[in-house]
């Protein structure tokens, strides 16, 4: 490149390279004719614009700066234009730029790039002036709803419709409020009050009540994508998230300011309301591994949740697609991506995880596993008792059951004694009887002889049956034939020789055949002499230790040992580099000494250092699991050493990859464990005399119960059976206190990532609020829960223009159906702009006013001229403004599904007000990608209202999800309303509502004595809240004659009066 461009300069006359270059005559001409098509006013690919100046040296996506004045060769411009790869040089149409251009380009850039100022054609458009950005106008006076409503309906021709009559406000406000209908009694009661203030009274009472907690809830919980199960590929349930459902319900009931709302959702742990921040992790996640192990993949995962925390909190509370700066500077709205990186600072510590809850009952369960936890480690000591000591630097061998040889120094004897001390374990069953099929004692000859036969008049005793003794020594081989103990993990056999003999030899098998391998003996000694109570040593194998395990912990125990260091090596892994989760070492007094919270210092060969899981300093900490431990930095070894605060006695070793028993990767399979001594460091325990770790065997028992005699095994086996009594009980407290509600650790560095690839980090942010709205910064170094803090209390500043606007809009949606702004989470360029912007700021206001009281606005909208209007259509209002977007009428609507859910069990009378609690299910399974049978017949918890249902993403309810009901995949802030066939056939047929209404019926039954008209008026007093026509009760009669009362109830369940906002 460098040559063509020598090329160039050589052949143009001196004064084109080296005259000075002018952009308005030279360069811009070269802009407009070869760049504005892709880069220009209407168009930036990628990012570039090159018709305004500062858009021009800014640079489009992941170049950076365009131009690097003075040095054409360092900019991306030039470099873009001179590619030498075709496919990659610019313009991608047509032939290049000429030699002259490119010469020119050249020029400019090294001369300084002179771009004068004021000579650009267009003006770039300042994205910071907004209507949404700019402070709160409030209108002067003391205007309220109805008059701002009106002017708009002046300003358009139109007025207000007439007021709708008691019993359709009722039913409005009621259905608005707590999504139920008004009981016939209630309806009565309002009709007939007289006062002034009688339709304050029904909103101060519905405010009240329970159920419009459960009401509102679901308006937010559509908003932040409340789901019980983790969404995409994997979609495994979420089994602690309902206690943020349960907070949110709660929080609208007591009326908690919405500043304070706000603020528990992002900082809720320093708040007292640590489920509120159930909200930061609310949305679909891949964590981690789920979908890929390796590295590129993980760091991925952890990206796209720290997205979706900036995604739900920009949307939810500011109203901005801040998210869609992930990969480059917003193309809308004033928000760059280094803005969106910083955003990420604020939550760089929040994980996807449950969190113990801080509540009075948590603290006592707290203590109850504390004391648990006691009894847990006096068992622990009385298993030391059944703890085989090491024998480190020996080789050990495990016996054959096809054939074993043992051979000898000569030795001249007449009795030969073969104890067992122990046995394999198969079948699994714990200590087994052992089998030996044939024993042959060899002498010391050129030509070895079998001594043992029987057929030599060799005697043999045994423990067991004679019979069975005697297949020991009668020359045939297999199972068939085979000598068993009677004593389980324990046996012996006594050989007595015709005559003193030299031997040097002994064979035994325990099916020659090797059809069996089972009841192997595996640890013995060979005694041998003249005498058979004088018997010398020849030979012995030890049994091997237990194998390796993943969890919960290995032992090792040796002879007590004073020694002020300790240091454990490990020489090999099952796979990576090593973890431990935390090593123990205990003096003879039992005692932990190797915590650090007593003084002992922990080092290490090197680490990899993750944020609050993996850390040196964890290996000694006291607390167990994977996310409180310390890895290795090298595949397959490492070393940690402890010096302790004093020299102490110690005897005894336990380690784990995982105490939680949930992981079984990185584990140490060879190792050494040494302690320091005056001449040097000694070794005190290996993994040379462990049973051989097996690939894929998991996390093996607790304790094994190899080499102990029956008695002790018992012992064990009481000890162990307590252990997890204990355990069980442990587990379920645990289990108690969880809530989904985000872990929090030390926060991640945060880069800006070029294209959003977390492959590709540039520089490091720092927490940043958006920079089109102010200029509040922290440090790097600034503690998590401080950071949340900050961000939590900005969003929730008076002065914030975005806060109080989105959310004063989303409470006018919920009684309107659509909000002042049409776009209730972009109030960004792309959004919609607001019917009434004075009515919006004044709404706004009001409620920062009212303290941010959000049943103040209820009371506010519902009790106004506005809301108490007719819904009737009129044909001229209706020609100007079709969509009622000015209000002149009150916009009916299809009632939600939930809503219609809840009505046909309140009106049937089975609604169950049971509240907060772990959802019932509306599948056979709680979480899945596929193959959910939808749950047809609900009794008891099912009944409940639908806001407590399990609920899985990427799956509609069976019945109620043709009613548009979303499955929290994505934020749902409008609900579509549309009409299918499919609503009228699920609400008629299904079985729901044939249970439903035969429950309507039997209700109606017994509240209505006498004849069927009573009968048909009380449930349409219960239905639709008014009695029937005369031609309705006529028509009525007939069907329940023909059908039966069920029939009416299934006929008013799926009629357009039951089912849309009056």
């Not at 770039?124 to 701002?148: E, N, Y």
């Amino acid at each position: 490149m460098c040559m063509r461009v020598l090329f160039l300069a050589i052949l143009l006359p001196a004064q084109a390279v080296f005259a000075s270059v002018d952009f308005v005559r030279d360069v811009r001409p070269i802009f407009e004719n070869r760049c504005y098509e892709c880069h220009g006013e209407k168009k930036q690919k990628s990012g570039l614009r090159l018709d305004v100046k500062a858009a021009a040296f800014k640079g489009g996506d992941g170049l950076g700066s365009s131009v690097v004045p003075g040095n054409a060769k360092e900019s991306p411009l030039f470099q873009l234009v001179t590619h030498a790869d075709s496919d990659e040089r610019m313009p991608p149409e047509g032939d290049g730029l000429s030699a002259a251009e490119i010469a020119t380009l050249t020029a400019w850039i090294n001369e300084g790039a002179i771009w004068p100022e004021g000579v650009d054609k267009v003006k770039l458009k300042d994205l910071r002036d907004h209507w949404s950005f700019k402070p709160l106008t409030v209108p002067s006076g003391k205007p309220a709803i109805d008059a701002l409503v009106a002017a708009k309906l002046t300003e358009h021709g139109l007025a207000f419709s007439a007021e709708t009559d008691r019993v359709s406000w009722l039913r409005r406000v009621s259905f608005d409020l707590i999504g139920l209908p008004p009981t016939p009694e209630q309806v009565q009661l309002f009709v007939a009050d007289p006062r002034a203030d009688a339709h304050a009274r029904v909103v101060d009472a519905l405010l009240a009540s329970p159920r419009y907690g459960e009401r509102w809830a679901q308006h937010w919980l559509d908003v932040v994508r409340y789901a019980d199960t983790h969404g995409f590929e994997v979609n495994t349930e979420r089994p602690n998230a309902w206690p943020y459902r349960d907070y949110v319900i709660r929080a609208f009931n007591q009326d908690t300011p919405y500043n304070r709302f706000i603020q528990e959702q992002i900082v809720g742990d320093a708040l007292g309301e640590d489920a509120a921040t159930g909200f930061l992790v609310t949305a679909s996640v891949l964590l981690p591994g789920q979908i890929g192990k390796d590295a590129p993949s993980i760091r991925l995962a952890r990206q796209d949740s720290l997205d979706e925390m900036v995604t739900n909190i920009g949307q939810t509370f500011l109203g901005l697609s801040v998210s869609c700066a992930r990969c480059h500077d917003h193309k809308f709205d004033p928000i760059t991506a280094k803005d969106y990186y910083a955003m990420q600072a604020f939550v760089a510590g929040v994980e996807y995880a449950d969190r113990e809850l801080r509540t009075p009952e948590a603290e006592a369960r707290r203590l109850e596993i504390a004391g648990l936890r006691e009894e847990i480690a006096a068992l622990d000591r009385k298993l030391v008792q059944f703890t085989p000591l090491a024998r480190p630097g020996t080789k050990h061998r495990e016996p054959d059951a096809q054939e074993n040889i043992e051979t000898f120094a000569p030795f001249v004897a007449k009795f030969i004694r073969f104890t067992i001390h122990d046995a394999n374990l198969y079948p699994a069953t714990g200590l087994i009887e052992p089998c030996i099929d044939e024993f042959e004692i060899y002498t010391d000859e050129a030509q070895p002889r079998n001594l043992a036969l029987a057929s030599l008049g060799t005697k043999v005793s045994a423990s067991g049956s004679r019979m069975s003794a005697e297949y020991l020594n009668d020359g045939r081989f297999g199972n068939a034939q085979s000598w068993k103990s009677d004593a389980k993990g324990r046996g012996w056999m006594m050989f007595e020789l015709p005559e003193a003999t030299r031997i040097a030899k002994i064979v035994w098998s325990r099916d020659r055949t090797g059809k069996f391998k089972d009841r192997l003996p595996a640890a013995y000694t060979l005694e041998a002499g003249l005498a058979g109570d004088q018997l010398t040593l020849l030979t012995e194998v030890r049994a091997l230790r237990p194998t390796i395990g993943a969890g919960p912990l290995n032992i090792d125990r040796f002879a007590p040992v004073r020694t002020s260091r300790l240091r454990f090596t490990i020489l090999a892994t099952n796979s990576l580099e090593p973890c431990l989760d935390e090593l123990e070492v205990f003096n003879t007094a039992g005692r932990n000494i190797a915590l650090a919270s007593l003084g002992t210092k922990a080092a290490t060969s090197g680490d990899i250092i993750v944020a609050d899981r993996h850390e040196p300093g964890f290996v000694n900490d006291g607390q167990y699991g994977n996310e409180r431990s310390w890895m290795s930095n090298e595949a397959g070894r490492g070393w940690v050493e402890l010096e302790f605060p004093a020299g102490e006695e110690v005897t005894r070793v336990l380690w784990s990859r995982d105490r939680e028993g949930k992981l079984v990767d990185r584990l140490a399979t060879e190792y050494r464990i040494e302690v320091q001594r005056a001449g040097g460091w000694e070794l005190v325990a290996d993994s040379t005399d462990r049973r051989p770790h097996i690939a894929g065997a998991g996390r093996g028992p607790e304790f094994s119960l190899s080499g102990l005699t029956p008695e002790d095994a018992n012992e064990a086996n009481v000890v162990l059976a307590e252990k997890g009594k204990i355990n069980a009980k442990i587990r379920t407290a645990e289990n108690a206190r969880l809530a989904f509600a985000g872990k929090f650790r030390t926060p991640d560095t945060i880069h800006l990532l070029s294209r959003g690839d977390p492959e590709q980090p540039k520089e490091p942010v720092v927490p940043a609020v958006l920079s089109a709205l102010g200029d509040l910064k922290l440090g790097g170094d600034t503690p998590e829960q401080t950071r949340r803090q900050v961000l939590a209390d900005w969003i929730a500043s008076p002065t914030n223009p975005l806060t109080a606007r989105v959310m004063v809009n989303r409470i006018w949606q919920g009684h309107f159906g659509r909000g002042l702004v049409e776009t209730p989470s972009d109030f960004g360029h792309s959004g919609f702009k607001p019917t009434h912007p004075e009515l919006l700021d004044w709404l706004a206001a009001e409620f920062i006013r009212s303290g941010w009281s959000v049943k103040h606005l209820h009371r506010l909208i519902v009790l106004s001229q506005t809301y108490r209007q007719s819904a009737a259509p009129q044909p001229r209002a209706a020609e100007h403004d079709a969509d009622v977007r000015y209000l002149w009428r009150y916009p009916s609507r299809r009632l939600d599904a939930e809503v219609i859910r809840d009505s046909v069990l309140a009106v049937s009378g089975q609604l169950n007000l049971k509240m907060s609690g772990r959802g019932y299910d509306l599948f056979d399974k709680r979480g899945g990608t596929s193959g959910f049978k939808p749950v047809e017949s609900f009794k008891s918890d099912g009944l409940r209202r639908m806001i407590y249902a399990h609920k899985v993403r990427r799956e509609s309810e069976a019945v109620f999800g043709a009613f548009d009901c979303p499955d929290a995949g994505q934020s749902t802030a409008v609900r579509r309303e549309s009409t299918t066939p499919l609503q009228a056939l699920n609400l008629f047929n299904s079985r729901f509502t044939l249970d439903a209404a035969a429950a309507l019926a039997v209700r109606v039954e017994k509240e209505a004595e006498g004849d069927v008209n009573a009968r048909i008026r009380r449930m349409y007093q219960l239905a639709l809240s008014r009695a029937p026509e005369a031609g309705e009760l006529g028509e009525a009669a007939v069907v329940v004659r023909e059908h039966g009362l069920a029939a009416l109830g299934r006929a008013l369940f799926n009629c357009n009066e039951f089912l849309f906002q009056p």
